[in-house]
Antibody, heavy 118, light 107 residues
Framework: QVQLQQWGAGLLKPSETLSLTCGVS????????WTWIRQSPGKGLEWIGQ???????NYSPSLRSRVTLSVDASKNQFSLNLNSVSAADTAVYYC????????????WGPGTLVTVSS | DIHMTQSPSSLSASVGDTVIITCRAT??????LHWYQQTPGKAPKLLIY???SLQSGVPSRFSGTGSGTDFTLTISGLQPEDFATYYC?????????FGQGTRLDIK
Protein backbone atom coordinates (compact mmCIF):
# COMPACT_ATOMS: atom_id res chain seq x y z
CA GLN A 1 0.00 0.00 0.00
CA VAL A 2 1.46 3.31 -1.08
CA GLN A 3 1.82 5.83 1.72
CA LEU A 4 3.02 9.40 1.71
CA GLN A 5 4.12 10.93 4.99
CA GLN A 6 5.13 14.52 5.34
CA TRP A 7 6.92 16.59 7.94
CA GLY A 8 8.30 20.05 8.52
CA ALA A 9 7.86 23.21 10.54
CA GLY A 10 4.30 24.39 10.97
CA LEU A 11 4.84 27.92 12.27
CA LEU A 12 6.97 30.49 10.50
CA LYS A 13 7.60 34.20 10.72
CA PRO A 14 7.35 36.44 7.66
CA SER A 15 10.46 36.31 5.43
CA GLU A 16 11.48 32.86 6.70
CA THR A 17 11.79 29.77 4.54
CA LEU A 18 9.17 27.05 4.51
CA SER A 19 10.69 23.57 4.36
CA LEU A 20 8.68 20.38 4.05
CA THR A 21 9.66 16.83 3.19
CA CYS A 22 7.51 13.97 1.92
CA GLY A 23 8.52 10.35 2.31
CA VAL A 24 7.12 7.62 0.08
CA SER A 25 6.70 4.00 1.08
CA UNK A 26 5.02 0.94 -0.31
CA UNK A 27 5.57 1.60 -3.99
CA UNK A 28 7.99 2.56 -6.71
CA UNK A 29 9.63 5.96 -6.56
CA UNK A 30 10.39 6.09 -10.26
CA UNK A 31 7.78 6.55 -12.95
CA UNK A 32 5.98 9.32 -11.12
CA UNK A 33 6.02 13.04 -10.63
CA TRP A 34 6.00 13.91 -6.96
CA THR A 35 3.98 17.03 -6.42
CA TRP A 36 3.26 19.72 -3.87
CA ILE A 37 -0.21 21.24 -3.71
CA ARG A 38 -1.45 23.71 -1.11
CA GLN A 39 -4.91 24.63 0.09
CA SER A 40 -5.99 27.87 1.68
CA PRO A 41 -9.43 29.33 2.31
CA GLY A 42 -8.69 32.24 0.03
CA LYS A 43 -7.13 30.50 -2.96
CA GLY A 44 -8.48 26.96 -2.76
CA LEU A 45 -6.29 24.16 -4.07
CA GLU A 46 -3.14 25.48 -5.73
CA TRP A 47 -0.51 23.46 -7.59
CA ILE A 48 3.02 24.41 -6.53
CA GLY A 49 5.28 22.14 -8.53
CA GLN A 50 6.48 18.62 -9.21
CA UNK A 51 9.71 16.65 -9.40
CA UNK A 52 10.66 13.17 -10.56
CA UNK A 53 13.18 10.71 -9.17
CA UNK A 54 16.07 12.12 -11.19
CA UNK A 55 15.31 15.75 -10.37
CA UNK A 56 13.34 16.82 -13.42
CA UNK A 57 11.01 19.53 -12.14
CA ASN A 58 8.27 21.98 -13.07
CA TYR A 59 7.03 24.92 -11.05
CA SER A 60 3.99 27.12 -10.94
CA PRO A 61 4.84 30.39 -12.70
CA SER A 62 3.34 32.35 -9.83
CA LEU A 63 5.67 30.75 -7.28
CA ARG A 64 8.71 29.89 -9.39
CA SER A 65 10.87 32.69 -8.08
CA ARG A 66 10.51 31.47 -4.49
CA VAL A 67 10.22 27.68 -4.79
CA THR A 68 12.85 24.97 -4.90
CA LEU A 69 12.02 21.28 -5.11
CA SER A 70 14.60 18.62 -4.41
CA VAL A 71 14.65 14.84 -4.34
CA ASP A 72 16.59 12.13 -2.53
CA ALA A 73 15.77 8.98 -4.43
CA SER A 74 17.98 6.87 -2.15
CA LYS A 75 15.54 7.64 0.68
CA ASN A 76 12.35 7.88 -1.43
CA GLN A 77 11.90 11.44 -0.28
CA PHE A 78 11.30 14.79 -1.90
CA SER A 79 11.26 18.26 -0.42
CA LEU A 80 9.76 21.70 -0.85
CA ASN A 81 11.48 24.95 0.04
CA LEU A 82 9.53 28.19 -0.27
CA ASN A 83 11.47 31.30 0.68
CA SER A 84 10.40 34.75 1.79
CA VAL A 85 7.07 33.57 3.12
CA SER A 86 4.25 35.91 4.05
CA ALA A 87 0.81 35.49 5.55
CA ALA A 88 -0.45 34.71 2.05
CA ASP A 89 1.51 31.45 2.19
CA THR A 90 -0.48 30.21 5.17
CA ALA A 91 -2.11 27.00 3.98
CA VAL A 92 -2.28 23.25 4.31
CA TYR A 93 0.48 21.81 2.15
CA TYR A 94 0.00 18.39 0.58
CA CYS A 95 2.37 16.09 -1.24
CA UNK A 96 0.84 13.89 -3.91
CA UNK A 97 1.71 11.46 -6.67
CA UNK A 98 0.96 11.57 -10.39
CA UNK A 99 2.06 8.80 -12.70
CA UNK A 100 3.91 9.66 -15.91
CA UNK A 101 1.54 10.26 -18.83
CA UNK A 102 -1.42 10.74 -16.51
CA UNK A 103 -2.71 13.91 -14.94
CA UNK A 104 -4.57 12.81 -11.83
CA UNK A 105 -3.31 12.51 -8.25
CA UNK A 106 -4.00 9.06 -6.87
CA UNK A 107 -2.12 9.20 -3.56
CA TRP A 108 -1.82 12.16 -1.22
CA GLY A 109 -0.02 12.86 2.00
CA PRO A 110 -2.07 13.81 5.06
CA GLY A 111 -1.25 17.51 4.78
CA THR A 112 0.76 19.90 6.93
CA LEU A 113 -0.72 23.15 8.18
CA VAL A 114 1.82 25.91 7.79
CA THR A 115 1.01 29.19 9.47
CA VAL A 116 2.97 32.36 8.79
CA SER A 117 2.59 34.90 11.57
CA SER A 118 4.75 37.47 13.28
CA ASP B 1 -4.25 29.37 -16.64
CA ILE B 2 -7.47 27.48 -17.26
CA HIS B 3 -10.19 28.50 -14.83
CA MET B 4 -12.55 25.83 -13.52
CA THR B 5 -15.97 26.82 -12.23
CA GLN B 6 -18.08 24.42 -10.23
CA SER B 7 -21.79 24.74 -9.57
CA PRO B 8 -23.42 24.85 -7.24
CA SER B 9 -20.97 26.05 -4.60
CA SER B 10 -23.03 24.24 -2.01
CA LEU B 11 -26.09 22.06 -1.86
CA SER B 12 -28.15 20.18 0.67
CA ALA B 13 -29.51 16.72 0.07
CA SER B 14 -30.83 13.70 1.92
CA VAL B 15 -29.59 10.13 2.17
CA GLY B 16 -30.80 8.28 -0.90
CA ASP B 17 -30.98 11.35 -3.12
CA THR B 18 -29.20 11.71 -6.43
CA VAL B 19 -27.11 14.83 -6.86
CA ILE B 20 -25.31 16.33 -9.84
CA ILE B 21 -22.33 18.66 -9.61
CA THR B 22 -21.08 20.46 -12.68
CA CYS B 23 -17.66 21.77 -13.63
CA ARG B 24 -16.96 24.11 -16.51
CA ALA B 25 -13.59 24.99 -18.00
CA THR B 26 -12.72 28.30 -19.65
CA UNK B 27 -11.29 26.42 -22.62
CA UNK B 28 -11.56 22.94 -24.02
CA UNK B 29 -9.68 20.33 -22.02
CA UNK B 30 -10.69 17.15 -23.83
CA UNK B 31 -11.41 14.57 -21.16
CA UNK B 32 -8.57 15.65 -18.88
CA LEU B 33 -10.94 16.22 -15.98
CA HIS B 34 -10.79 14.52 -12.61
CA TRP B 35 -12.99 14.55 -9.52
CA TYR B 36 -12.00 14.39 -5.86
CA GLN B 37 -13.82 14.11 -2.56
CA GLN B 38 -12.53 15.83 0.56
CA THR B 39 -13.75 15.46 4.11
CA PRO B 40 -12.71 17.88 6.88
CA GLY B 41 -9.11 17.48 7.97
CA LYS B 42 -8.30 14.99 5.22
CA ALA B 43 -6.54 15.12 1.89
CA PRO B 44 -8.58 14.98 -1.31
CA LYS B 45 -9.43 11.48 -2.50
CA LEU B 46 -9.55 10.62 -6.19
CA LEU B 47 -12.98 9.46 -7.35
CA ILE B 48 -13.09 9.79 -11.13
CA TYR B 49 -10.28 10.28 -13.64
CA UNK B 50 -10.38 11.21 -17.30
CA UNK B 51 -13.94 12.47 -16.92
CA UNK B 52 -15.64 9.09 -16.56
CA SER B 53 -13.28 6.39 -15.29
CA LEU B 54 -13.98 5.19 -11.77
CA GLN B 55 -10.92 4.96 -9.54
CA SER B 56 -10.32 1.54 -8.04
CA GLY B 57 -12.21 1.05 -4.81
CA VAL B 58 -14.66 3.89 -5.37
CA PRO B 59 -18.34 2.87 -5.16
CA SER B 60 -20.26 2.66 -8.42
CA ARG B 61 -22.81 5.22 -7.24
CA PHE B 62 -20.23 7.80 -8.35
CA SER B 63 -20.14 8.52 -12.05
CA GLY B 64 -18.77 11.21 -14.32
CA THR B 65 -19.54 12.45 -17.80
CA GLY B 66 -18.49 15.19 -20.15
CA SER B 67 -15.79 16.35 -22.51
CA GLY B 68 -14.53 19.63 -23.90
CA THR B 69 -15.59 22.29 -21.43
CA ASP B 70 -18.56 20.85 -19.52
CA PHE B 71 -18.47 17.99 -17.07
CA THR B 72 -20.72 16.45 -14.42
CA LEU B 73 -20.27 14.31 -11.34
CA THR B 74 -23.33 12.32 -10.33
CA ILE B 75 -23.80 10.62 -6.99
CA SER B 76 -26.72 8.19 -7.14
CA GLY B 77 -28.25 7.16 -3.85
CA LEU B 78 -26.36 9.33 -1.39
CA GLN B 79 -24.84 7.57 1.59
CA PRO B 80 -23.98 9.25 4.90
CA GLU B 81 -20.26 9.10 4.11
CA ASP B 82 -20.79 11.06 0.87
CA PHE B 83 -21.44 14.36 2.62
CA ALA B 84 -18.19 16.14 1.85
CA THR B 85 -16.69 18.72 -0.47
CA TYR B 86 -16.07 17.81 -4.11
CA TYR B 87 -13.46 19.30 -6.42
CA CYS B 88 -12.81 19.02 -10.12
CA UNK B 89 -9.28 19.30 -11.50
CA UNK B 90 -8.17 19.81 -15.08
CA UNK B 91 -5.07 18.02 -16.30
CA UNK B 92 -4.83 19.68 -19.70
CA UNK B 93 -2.49 22.55 -18.91
CA UNK B 94 0.42 23.47 -16.72
CA UNK B 95 -0.10 24.53 -14.05
CA UNK B 96 -3.07 22.26 -13.47
CA UNK B 97 -5.98 23.96 -11.77
CA PHE B 98 -8.85 22.96 -9.50
CA GLY B 99 -12.42 24.12 -9.20
CA GLN B 100 -13.40 26.08 -6.12
CA GLY B 101 -15.29 23.14 -4.64
CA THR B 102 -18.89 22.09 -4.02
CA ARG B 103 -19.90 21.47 -0.44
CA LEU B 104 -22.55 18.78 -0.03
CA ASP B 105 -24.44 18.94 3.27
CA ILE B 106 -27.10 16.81 4.84
CA LYS B 107 -30.55 18.35 4.53
Amino acid sequence: QVQLQQWGAGLLKPSETLSLTCGVSGGSFSGYYWTWIRQSPGKGLEWIGQINHVGGSNYSPSLRSRVTLSVDASKNQFSLNLNSVSAADTAVYYCARVQYRTTWYDYWGPGTLVTVSS
Amino acid sequence: DIHMTQSPSSLSASVGDTVIITCRATQTIGNYLHWYQQTPGKAPKLLIYDASSLQSGVPSRFSGTGSGTDFTLTISGLQPEDFATYYCQEGYSSPITFGQGTRLDIK
